[in-house]
């Protein structure tokens, strides 16, 4: 891998965990700065196997986050 690879590859997972990040406040109202990373791994694989409906939208569209994250 190169070092812009590299470097485009962490681009990608820190956009990746703005979005976990902004769903887990949506569903939680939990703080990041208040809670364990290991909290935020667990909630995130028990979306994986069963997500959480989201209540702030129709049932048809409760599977996309509420809070959408702007691309720097």
């Not at 109202?29 to 791994?41: R, S």
């Amino acid at each position: 891998m190169t070092h812009d690879q590299h470097r485009q590859r962490h681009v990608q997972l820190h956009e990746h965990l703005d979005e976990l990040v902004a769903d887990w406040i949506a569903q939680t109202n939990a703080l990041p700065g208040e809670t364990p990373v290991m909290e935020l791994a667990r909630w995130s694989r028990q979306q994986m196997l069963n997500p959480t409906p989201n209540r702030f939208q129709r049932p048809e569209e409760a599977h996309m986050p509420v809070i959408e994250v702007h691309k720097r």
